[in-house]
Structures are given as structure tokens and as C-alpha cells.
């Protein structure tokens, strides 16, 4: 059973920067495509960055390019997201996934991916 455990969420000031952190358990480290997803009160889930099984594709959506950095170490079974010059548009809950499959392509749909962990809460004040 693939188990996700989101870390590293919190409170900043715009412009300020966090690091969020997946630990991930149950699968074979090479055959999992990852991805990160939040979704603010009110708004529908939307995909953020995505990484594909062998950490060499990525995937951002527009509102993050530039900002966010997606990477995992497959050594610990791990993925992370460095999110700098935050908005407070940014503020949301943000979920790991995890896709499984060897797949070398990363997507940000969210109905691709079968495991979630429980969230971490980013809040961006103005």
C-alpha cells in the first residue's frame, strides 16, 4: 500500500519562500510518476508540479513557472517542493500524489493518480 506524508507547510509573508517534502512508502521508487496538487476553499483541486518516474521530465503549471521547483531523490523515497517568490494567491492546501507506472512523461491531471497524502496547508499573507 503506497503511503504519502506531506510535511513543511506553514505561514509566510508574500515573497517569502517554503520547501514542502512527500515521503512516500509501499512502492518500487522507479515506477512511480509524483506530482504535487493544491486546491484553495471554494476553488477545485488544481495540479502544480509534476515529475515523472525517473526525476528527468517536469511539469508546472503557468502560475508557478519560475517560482517552484519539483524534485525527488529516488535513494529515499522522497519529493519535494521549493516554492519561492510566494503569492497569496498561492495559499492552499497542498497534496502529494503518486501515479504508479514507470511512466516518463509527468501530468498534472489529477484523476492520473491513485494515492494522495493527507495535505499541508500554505498561507501567503499580503
Known amino acids: 500500500q503506497v503511503q504519502l506524508v506531506e510535511s513543511g507547510g506553514g505561514s509566510v509573508q508574500a515573497g517569502g519562500s517554503l520547501r514542502l517534502s512527500c515521503a512516500a512508502s509501499?512502492?518500487?521508487?522507479?515506477?512511480?510518476?509524483m506530482g504535487w496538487f493544491r486546491q484553495a476553499p471554494g476553488k477545485e483541486r488544481e495540479g502544480v508540479a509534476a515529475i515523472d518516474a525517473d526525476g528527468q521530465v517536469t511539469k508546472y503549471d503557468d502560475s508557478v513557472k519560475g517560482r517552484f521547483t519539483i524534485f525527488r531523490d529516488n535513494t529515499e523515497n522522497s519529493l519535494s517542493l521549493i516554492m519561492n517568490n510566494l503569492k497569496p494567491e498561492d495559499t492552499a492546501m497542498y497534496y502529494c500524489a503518486a501515479r504508479l507506472g514507470h511512466f516518463t512523461t509527468a501530468t498534472l491531471a489529477d484523476y492520473a493518480y491513485e494515492y494522495w497524502g493527507q495535505g499541508t496547508q500554505v498561507t501567503v499573507s499580503s
Open positions: 509501499g512502492y518500487t521508487h522507479s515506477s512511480v510518476v
